[in-house]
């Protein structure tokens, strides 16, 4: 059970607001967002694949963690995604590679191959967007690559694994939006003795003005007129390692400082942020209200410093 708060909680406020509509690529920030119960209007709807497909002739999905190739010597070294830089313009998706060389991609388009490809543990099928896109992608990656879109044939649901839920999501990890604070993230800085910015996180939402961790407190909050459930704190890879305006690893912080104060009891991983689930269909704001209506109970069991 969840024991309700004595009153609702003022935790914040809305700081920043992005979407990711690659996945892996920048971010695009933004002013007010649309959310429905499958996440962000126009967060990673789309995701690029090796084109070469596996054994069982589905195609593997690619992230700023890993290599090229196996042999490759750099580690994470298409952490370069970083510097395809997305852009929404009414029913365009325009992409530039550091700035330049723009391609553009018709977001309504209704036909393409159907590939099946992978998305961590789950085998889902997408719409391939052709071979310029291709191309282009393969170009600037250094690697043969495709890119599909969560449409036409595509079904994908949130975990199930900590909290039964109805959600549908498109590319995003395994829940639709993910949220930190910013006193967390100057908390972690502090801790760490490098300056973190919270794009290492790739968040979709992040709040200000309350106190460092109090996201991992809440079971239901409202952001705006806007309900949610946290669904479960946000488990951290090497992505966090990546400077997101260089587009390459930037040694091993915030993990090593994380795994010594944010460690969860129940998994042994480290967290960071906490994973949300929708209740309804809105708009958020920046500069949004954020409250907690609930707290979790037990209390979310974790080290909160060296």
């Given at each position: 059970m969840q024991r309700s708060a004595p009153s609702p909680k003022h935790i914040g406020i809305v700081s920043r607001l992005a979407i990711y509509?690659?996945?892996?690529?920048?971010?695009?920030?933004?002013e007010s967002a649309s959310i429905g119960t499958r996440g962000v209007y126009g967060d990673r709807e789309y995701m690029i694949v090796r084109e070469e497909v596996g054994p069982?002739?589905?195609?593997?999905?690619?992230?700023?963690?890993?290599?090229?190739?196996?042999?490759?010597?750099?580690?994470?070294?298409?952490?370069?995604?970083?510097?395809?830089?997305?852009?929404?313009?009414?029913?365009?998706?325009k992409l530039t590679w550091e700035g330049g060389d723009?391609?553009?991609?018709?977001?309504?388009?209704?036909?393409?191959?159907?590939?099946?490809?992978?998305?961590?543990?789950?085998?889902?099928?997408?719409?391939d967007q052709g071979e310029s896109a291709a191309d282009w992608l393969s170009e600037h990656l250094g690697l043969r690559v495709r890119l599909v879109k969560a449409s036409g044939p595509f079904r994908r649901t949130a975990s199930q694994r900590y909290m039964p839920n109805t959600n549908q999501i498109v590319f995003q990890d395994a829940y639709p939006v993910h949220w930190i604070m910013q006193e967390s993230v100057d908390e972690l800085s502090n801790l760490s003795g490098e300056k973190i910015p919270w794009t290492r996180f790739r968040p979709n939402l992040v709040g200000r003005g309350g106190e460092p961790q109090v996201e991992h407190e809440i079971h239901e909050v409202s952001i705006g007129r806007m309900r949610f459930i946290q669904a479960k704190p946000c488990t951290r890879c090497p992505v966090t390692t990546v400077d997101?305006?260089?587009?390459?690893?930037?040694?091993?912080?915030?993990?090593?400082?994380?795994?010594?104060?944010?460690?969860?009891?129940?998994?042994?991983?480290?967290?960071?942020?906490?994973?949300?689930?929708?209740?309804?269909?809105?708009?958020?704001?920046?500069?949004?209200?954020?409250?907690?209506l609930s707290a979790r109970d037990p209390p979310l069991d974790y080290g909160k410093r060296p």
């Open positions: 509509p690659v996945k892996g690529c920048a971010r695009v920030e933004l069982d002739g589905i195609h593997q999905f690619i992230t700023q963690r890993h290599k090229r190739r196996r042999e490759d010597s750099k580690p994470q070294s298409l952490a370069i995604l970083a510097l395809i830089k997305p852009k929404i313009v009414g029913s365009t998706l723009p391609m553009t991609i018709d977001r309504e388009r209704g036909d393409g191959k159907v590939l099946g490809v992978s998305i961590h543990a789950d085998v889902v099928s997408a719409i997101q305006d260089k587009g390459e690893k930037s040694g091993n912080e915030p993990l090593i400082s994380l795994s010594r104060y944010k460690r969860w009891e129940r998994t042994g991983e480290a967290i960071f942020g906490e994973n949300l689930l929708p209740l309804q269909t809105g708009v958020i704001k920046v500069g949004d209200e954020i409250v907690e």
